[in-house]
Protein backbone atom coordinates (compact mmCIF):
# COMPACT_ATOMS: atom_id res chain seq x y z
CA UNK A 1 0.00 0.00 0.00
CA UNK A 2 0.97 3.79 -0.23
CA UNK A 3 3.16 5.26 2.64
CA UNK A 4 2.30 8.43 5.09
CA UNK A 5 5.09 9.46 7.07
CA UNK A 6 5.04 11.65 9.76
CA UNK A 7 7.53 13.97 11.44
CA UNK A 8 8.13 14.05 14.30
CA UNK A 9 7.31 10.51 15.98
CA UNK A 10 7.81 12.35 19.40
CA UNK A 11 8.55 15.76 20.55
CA UNK A 12 8.72 17.57 23.68
CA UNK A 13 7.72 21.29 23.67
CA UNK A 14 7.43 23.77 26.43
CA UNK A 15 4.61 25.50 27.20
CA UNK A 16 3.90 28.89 25.23
CA UNK A 17 5.87 27.65 22.23
CA UNK A 18 4.55 26.34 18.99
CA UNK A 19 4.98 23.08 17.75
CA UNK A 20 4.83 21.73 13.68
CA UNK A 21 3.91 18.53 12.67
CA UNK A 22 4.49 17.07 8.88
CA UNK A 23 2.31 14.85 7.07
CA UNK A 24 3.41 13.53 3.79
CA UNK A 25 2.15 10.98 1.02
CA UNK A 26 5.46 9.16 -0.01
CA UNK A 27 4.50 7.87 -2.97
CA UNK A 28 1.13 8.81 -4.31
CA UNK A 29 -0.77 12.48 -4.48
CA UNK A 30 -2.85 13.17 -1.36
CA UNK A 31 -5.91 15.45 -2.30
CA UNK A 32 -7.45 14.88 1.02
CA UNK A 33 -5.48 15.07 4.37
CA UNK A 34 -7.19 14.36 7.92
CA UNK A 35 -5.52 15.16 10.91
CA UNK A 36 -6.86 13.38 14.36
CA UNK A 37 -6.35 13.27 17.96
CA UNK A 38 -5.97 10.20 19.82
CA UNK A 39 -6.04 10.41 23.39
CA UNK A 40 -5.01 7.27 25.84
CA UNK A 41 -6.97 4.17 25.59
CA UNK A 42 -9.34 6.57 23.21
CA UNK A 43 -10.57 6.28 19.68
CA UNK A 44 -9.48 8.82 17.09
CA UNK A 45 -11.12 11.75 17.01
CA UNK A 46 -11.70 13.70 13.48
CA UNK A 47 -9.94 17.80 13.69
CA UNK A 48 -10.03 18.70 10.42
CA UNK A 49 -9.71 17.81 6.88
CA UNK A 50 -7.80 19.50 4.58
CA UNK A 51 -7.98 19.83 0.66
CA UNK A 52 -4.63 20.65 -1.26
CA UNK A 53 -4.44 24.36 -2.54
CA UNK A 54 -7.73 24.82 -0.10
CA UNK A 55 -8.45 26.08 3.64
CA UNK A 56 -8.89 23.42 5.85
CA UNK A 57 -12.05 22.08 7.14
CA UNK A 58 -12.63 22.07 11.16
CA UNK A 59 -14.55 20.07 13.20
CA UNK A 60 -16.89 21.68 15.56
CA UNK A 61 -15.05 22.08 18.47
CA UNK A 62 -11.60 22.36 17.25
CA UNK A 63 -9.70 25.90 17.34
CA UNK A 64 -8.95 26.79 14.10
CA UNK A 65 -6.55 29.44 15.35
CA UNK A 66 -4.88 26.81 17.98
CA UNK A 67 -4.38 24.23 15.31
CA UNK A 68 -3.31 25.62 11.64
CA UNK A 69 -3.26 23.34 8.96
CA UNK A 70 -1.54 24.07 5.56
CA UNK A 71 -1.94 21.47 2.66
CA UNK A 72 0.47 23.01 -0.01
CA UNK A 73 1.17 20.56 -1.58
CA UNK A 74 -0.22 17.55 -3.00
CA UNK A 75 2.42 15.44 -0.93
CA UNK A 76 2.47 17.59 1.89
CA UNK A 77 0.36 18.71 4.84
CA UNK A 78 1.19 20.54 8.01
CA UNK A 79 -0.57 20.72 11.83
CA UNK A 80 1.04 23.67 13.80
CA UNK A 81 -0.03 23.79 17.24
CA UNK A 82 0.37 27.27 18.51
CA UNK A 83 0.94 28.63 21.93
CA UNK A 84 0.61 24.79 23.14
CA UNK A 85 -0.08 23.96 26.88
CA UNK A 86 -0.02 21.01 28.81
CA UNK A 87 -3.63 20.02 27.75
CA UNK A 88 -2.83 19.72 23.99
CA UNK A 89 -0.20 16.91 24.73
CA UNK A 90 -1.63 14.32 22.82
CA UNK A 91 -1.37 11.60 19.78
CA UNK A 92 -1.54 13.22 16.48
CA UNK A 93 -2.00 11.17 13.13
CA UNK A 94 -2.66 12.40 9.72
CA UNK A 95 -3.91 10.28 7.04
CA UNK A 96 -4.64 10.77 3.28
CA UNK A 97 -6.73 9.74 0.66
CA UNK A 98 -5.33 10.21 -3.22
CA UNK A 99 -7.63 10.99 -6.27
CA UNK A 100 -9.31 7.71 -6.54
CA UNK A 101 -10.11 8.55 -2.61
CA UNK A 102 -11.25 5.32 -1.87
CA UNK A 103 -8.78 4.01 1.06
CA UNK A 104 -7.09 6.23 3.82
CA UNK A 105 -2.98 5.73 4.65
CA UNK A 106 -2.27 6.23 7.79
CA UNK A 107 1.37 8.30 9.66
CA UNK A 108 2.73 6.41 12.14
CA UNK A 109 1.57 9.05 14.12
CA UNK A 110 3.16 12.25 16.84
CA UNK A 111 3.29 11.70 20.11
CA UNK A 112 3.25 15.50 21.50
CA UNK A 113 4.04 16.27 25.15
CA UNK A 114 3.93 20.15 26.51
CA UNK A 115 5.85 20.71 29.18
CA UNK B 1 -25.25 13.32 13.11
CA UNK B 2 -23.10 10.95 11.14
CA UNK B 3 -22.24 8.68 13.96
CA UNK B 4 -20.12 5.39 14.48
CA UNK B 5 -20.89 2.98 17.90
CA UNK B 6 -18.58 -0.08 18.87
CA UNK B 7 -20.03 -1.56 21.89
CA UNK B 8 -17.48 -3.37 23.17
CA UNK B 9 -13.92 -2.07 24.66
CA UNK B 10 -12.60 -5.03 25.12
CA UNK B 11 -13.74 -8.66 23.45
CA UNK B 12 -11.82 -12.26 24.56
CA UNK B 13 -12.11 -14.83 22.88
CA UNK B 14 -9.78 -18.35 23.14
CA UNK B 15 -7.66 -19.66 19.93
CA UNK B 16 -10.35 -21.28 17.05
CA UNK B 17 -13.45 -19.59 18.73
CA UNK B 18 -14.97 -17.54 16.74
CA UNK B 19 -15.26 -13.91 16.78
CA UNK B 20 -17.85 -11.34 16.14
CA UNK B 21 -16.68 -7.33 16.70
CA UNK B 22 -19.80 -5.16 16.46
CA UNK B 23 -19.97 -1.91 14.38
CA UNK B 24 -23.33 0.19 14.58
CA UNK B 25 -23.53 3.48 12.27
CA UNK B 26 -26.16 6.18 11.68
CA UNK B 27 -25.83 8.22 8.78
CA UNK B 28 -28.83 9.33 6.71
CA UNK B 29 -27.28 8.59 3.24
CA UNK B 30 -25.44 6.15 0.83
CA UNK B 31 -22.26 4.74 4.25
CA UNK B 32 -19.11 3.78 3.23
CA UNK B 33 -17.73 1.74 5.88
CA UNK B 34 -14.68 0.27 6.86
CA UNK B 35 -12.57 -1.82 9.05
CA UNK B 36 -9.27 -0.68 10.33
CA UNK B 37 -6.79 -2.82 12.50
CA UNK B 38 -4.04 -1.37 14.67
CA UNK B 39 -1.43 -4.40 15.62
CA UNK B 40 0.85 -3.87 19.16
CA UNK B 41 3.10 -0.52 17.90
CA UNK B 42 1.82 -0.17 14.41
CA UNK B 43 0.28 2.34 12.66
CA UNK B 44 -3.45 1.80 12.03
CA UNK B 45 -4.20 -0.25 8.38
CA UNK B 46 -7.00 -1.03 6.38
CA UNK B 47 -8.19 -4.63 6.71
CA UNK B 48 -11.59 -4.38 4.99
CA UNK B 49 -14.13 -1.88 3.45
CA UNK B 50 -17.90 -2.77 2.32
CA UNK B 51 -17.69 -2.33 -1.23
CA UNK B 52 -15.38 -4.80 -1.65
CA UNK B 53 -17.23 -7.64 -0.38
CA UNK B 54 -13.68 -9.09 0.27
CA UNK B 55 -12.20 -12.00 3.14
CA UNK B 56 -9.00 -10.47 4.29
CA UNK B 57 -6.71 -12.56 6.80
CA UNK B 58 -10.20 -15.16 7.49
CA UNK B 59 -12.54 -11.77 8.49
CA UNK B 60 -15.45 -10.62 6.35
CA UNK B 61 -18.27 -8.05 7.18
CA UNK B 62 -21.66 -7.20 5.54
CA UNK B 63 -23.43 -4.44 5.50
CA UNK B 64 -26.66 -4.43 6.74
CA UNK B 65 -28.48 -1.25 5.65
CA UNK B 66 -31.75 -2.53 7.35
CA UNK B 67 -30.02 -2.86 11.00
CA UNK B 68 -27.12 0.05 10.27
CA UNK B 69 -24.58 -2.38 11.18
CA UNK B 70 -21.58 -3.98 9.76
CA UNK B 71 -19.95 -6.45 12.16
CA UNK B 72 -16.85 -7.94 11.63
CA UNK B 73 -16.54 -11.59 11.60
CA UNK B 74 -13.91 -14.55 11.83
CA UNK B 75 -15.01 -17.97 12.36
CA UNK B 76 -11.84 -19.49 13.81
CA UNK B 77 -9.76 -16.67 15.98
CA UNK B 78 -5.74 -16.92 15.83
CA UNK B 79 -3.42 -15.86 18.47
CA UNK B 80 -2.33 -12.87 15.84
CA UNK B 81 -5.32 -11.35 15.58
CA UNK B 82 -5.15 -9.98 18.97
CA UNK B 83 -5.00 -5.98 18.17
CA UNK B 84 -7.59 -2.89 18.15
CA UNK B 85 -10.12 -2.62 15.95
CA UNK B 86 -12.00 -0.23 14.78
CA UNK B 87 -14.74 0.67 12.76
CA UNK B 88 -14.88 3.81 10.14
CA UNK B 89 -17.36 5.26 8.33
CA UNK B 90 -16.82 7.67 5.28
CA UNK B 91 -20.15 10.20 4.26
CA UNK B 92 -19.59 10.60 0.69
CA UNK B 93 -20.74 14.13 0.57
CA UNK B 94 -17.86 15.24 2.76
CA UNK B 95 -15.32 12.55 2.56
CA UNK B 96 -14.80 12.73 6.25
CA UNK B 97 -13.70 9.35 7.79
CA UNK B 98 -14.79 9.14 11.28
CA UNK B 99 -13.95 6.10 14.02
CA UNK B 100 -15.86 4.62 16.58
CA UNK B 101 -14.05 4.24 19.90
CA UNK B 102 -12.43 0.92 19.13
CA UNK B 103 -12.99 -2.44 20.31
CA UNK B 104 -9.35 -4.14 21.78
CA UNK B 105 -9.32 -8.10 20.50
CA UNK B 106 -7.67 -10.71 22.71
CA UNK B 107 -7.01 -13.86 21.90
CA UNK B 108 -6.31 -16.19 24.76
CA UNK B 109 -4.06 -19.52 23.55
Known amino acids: GAVVSQHPSWVICKSGTSVKIECRSL??????MFWYRQFPKQSLMLMAT?????????EQGVEKDKFLINHASLTLSTLTVTSAHPEDSSFYIC???????????FGQGTRLTVV | AQRVTQPEKLLSVFKGAPVELKCNYS??????LFWYVQYSRQRLQLLLR??SRESIKGFTADLNKGETSFHLKKPFAQEEDSAMYYC???????????FGSGTRLSIRP
Open chain 1, 95 to 105: SATGTMNTEAF
Open chain 1, 27 to 32: DFQATT
Open chain 1, 50 to 58: SNEGSKATY
Open chain 2, 27 to 32: YSGSPE
Open chain 2, 50 to 51: HI
Open chain 2, 88 to 98: ALRYSSASKII
